[in-house]
């Protein structure tokens, strides 16, 4: 895949978080594949914490239920970054699920194909960093939705980042139980959207 090419002013003109307007359409394989790219290449920043290492997986990384996607079985799935791959697991459509965990009822997850999860380790550099670990991974973590959200948007899609819904359920979904203790820290799903009656003005002369 290549990198996406965009202006960044239309881009952020176009930007805003659907919640009913959302419709359901078929993304192509090239889309998905374009969104998950763009958002990880995109992340990677100058700081202290990686030293020479540049790979930011290990701190926060992309899960993702898809539905109705071009080529590509309904399912819940982790991307890897470094290989440019999905890794399924746990087939099947799980929107119904993503429904229940929302603790409003803002959206309808039945016109949502994509519905990604950012997410961390539970105790984050608490050994070294302590509270200071837990605030890097959260301004991490809002750095990928940022990138998340405009590439979706580039792609002539939209996304609306979420925290109220039930983590732990994310984390069975995706089988979260290992050794590395991982959570899912933020949601956001994705997908085409009807256009809002507004009326618009702009603020140049």
Known sequence: MKRLSYDLASVCRKRFSPEMDFVLGKVSQSQLAALLQ????????????????????????????????????????????????LRQIQPGDHRLLLQY???????????????????????????????????????????????????????GMNGHPLLGFDVNMCDELYKMDGPQRKTSLIQIPIGHYLNRPWLKGSLHS
Do not use: W
Not at 55 to 72: F, T
Not at 125 to 147: F, P
């Open 38 to 85: 763009e958002a990880t290449a995109s992340f990677s920043y100058r700081n202290d914490l990686d030293g020479t290492n540049e790979n930011n997986e290990n701190r926060v990384s992309l899960y993702a239920c898809l539905y109705n996607v071009e080529d590509i079985q309904d399912g819940a799935y982790h991307y890897d970054s470094t290989t440019h791959s």
């Open 101 to 155: 965990g929302m603790s409003l009822d803002i959206m309808n997850f039945q016109q949502v194909p994509i519905c990604i999860h950012v997410v961390g380790e539970r105790d984050h550099s608490k050994t070294q960093l302590g509270y200071r670990g837990y605030r890097i991974q959260q301004m991490e973590a809002g750095m990928l939705v940022q990138k998340l959200l405009l590439a979706s948007s580039a792609l």
